[in-house]
Nanobody, 122 residues
Framework: QVQLVESGGGLVQPGGSLRLSCAAS????????MYWVRQAPGKGLEWVSA????????YYADSVKGRFTISRDNAKNTLYLQMNSLKSEDTAVYYC???????????????WGQGTLVTVSS
């Protein structure tokens, strides 16, 4: 079955960096757009970033643009999120998610990881 497993979260000081990873299995990873979504304490889900099947097209929420970089390694079935210049407002559980639609950005996400907690605090 489809499985997404995030890792790399932790405690970091403001201005610091973290790299999240999401290991995918149970589907043909290279055929699907992938996403990072986060949920801050007491708040709703926020879309963070998206990447197309080949990795050549990337999209970001305004709140992270210029600080975060999404990438993927289709040979390793792994999605990444490099987070730099972290702020306290980036504190959240970060989820990777898979698009429902083959090869396109269909807008519906049909598989999620368990999430990894990122805490930005001094």
């Amino acid at each position: 079955q489809v499985q997404l497993v995030e890792s790399g979260g932790g405690l970091v000081q403001p201005g610091g960096s973290l790299r999240l990873s999401c290991a995918a299995s149970g589907f043909t990873f290279s055929n699907y757009w992938m996403y990072w979504v986060r949920q801050a304490p007491g708040k709703g889900l926020e879309w963070v970033s998206a990447i197309n099947t080949g990795g050549g097209k990337t999209y970001y929420a305004d709140s992270v643009k210029g600080r975060f970089t999404i990438s993927r390694d289709n040979a390793k079935n792994t999605l990444y999120l490099q987070m730099n210049s972290l702020k306290s407002e980036d504190t959240a559980v970060y989820y990777c998610a898979k698009d429902l639609t083959l090869s396109e950005a269909g807008g519906a996400l049909d598989a999620w990881g368990q999430g990894t907690l990122v805490t930005v605090s001094s």
